[in-house]
T-cell receptor
Framework: AQSVSQHNHHVILSEAASLELGCNYS??????LFWYVQYPGQHLQLLLK??????LVKGIKGFEAEFIKSKFSFNLRKPSVQWSDTAEYFC???????????FGQGTTLQVKP | DGGITQSPKYLFRKEGQNVTLSCEQN?????MYWYRQDPGQGLRLIYY???????QKGDIAEGYSVSREKKESFPLTVTSAQKNPTAFYLC????????????FGQGTRLTVV
């Protein structure tokens, strides 16, 4: 069965600290992977995505993620977080065969000024 | 203005009543999705549709029904069989290709009393 899981449910960091949020997936066939962010009171929006090619993908606002096929992982990273990064982050995977798009449990990131 | 419109934003219903949540998109997307968002559980997929007049069950379809008679519309009915219907419901749409980004509506908060 397809699944996406996020390891950290609640992360608290100080400004300028480095961030890494874990995401693991389980899919048969080709999978496309995404990270979305939901700022307080706003829609979910796309941070970055991976579907082929360079496994290190860069997104908006200085975020990046690395696809490691051998580990079934797609972890999100940012070298130095800001207070404005306080939000909920979701990893997602979409099957190229079925189009089914599923999300992980989400990680709430709180950045202290 | 292109986007996804969910209505209403807040909805109250008495237990035992069916209720239909509206989702309309003018992005010309083929695929549409319904999710339920509960604290600590992320977004759980209820139903999805890749094309008009076709839809598939997601991971938590019991107690819900959908229709896809028009490309731009994907209404969700929460039936009286849904044991715990009080939740935040999100609709999304995307292109048919697996690597395309999904766009989200603002959500409907349903409270059943």
């Amino acid at each position: 069965a397809q699944s996406v899981s996020q390891h950290n449910h609640h992360v608290i960091l100080s400004e300028a600290a480095s961030l890494e949020l874990g995401c693991n997936y389980s899919y048969g066939g080709t999978v496309n992977l995404f990270w979305y962010v939901q700022y307080p009171g706003q829609h979910l929006q796309l941070l970055l995505k991976y579907f082929s090619g360079d496994p290190l993908v860069k997104g908006i606002k200085g975020f990046e993620a690395e696809f490691i096929k051998s580990k079934f992982s797609f972890n999100l990273r940012k070298p130095s977080v800001q207070w404005s990064d306080t939000a909920e982050y979701f990893c997602a995977g979409r099957s190229s065969n079925t189009g089914k798009l599923i999300f992980g449990q989400g990680t709430t990131l709180q950045v202290k000024p | 203005d292109g986007g996804i419109t969910q209505s209403p934003k807040y909805l109250f219903r008495k237990e035992g009543q069916n209720v239909t949540l509206s989702c309309e998109q003018n992005l010309n997307h083929d695929a549409m999705y319904w999710y339920r968002q509960d604290p600590g559980q992320g977004l759980r997929l209820i139903y999805y549709s890749q094309i008009v007049n076709d839809f598939q069950k997601g991971d938590i379809a019991e107690g819900y029904s959908v229709s896809r008679e028009k490309k731009e519309s994907f209404p969700l009915t929460v039936t009286s069989a849904q044991k715990n219907p009080t939740a935040f419901y999100l609709c999304a749409s995307s292109g048919i290709q697996g690597n395309t980004e999904a766009f989200f509506g603002q959500g409907t908060r349903l409270t059943v009393v």
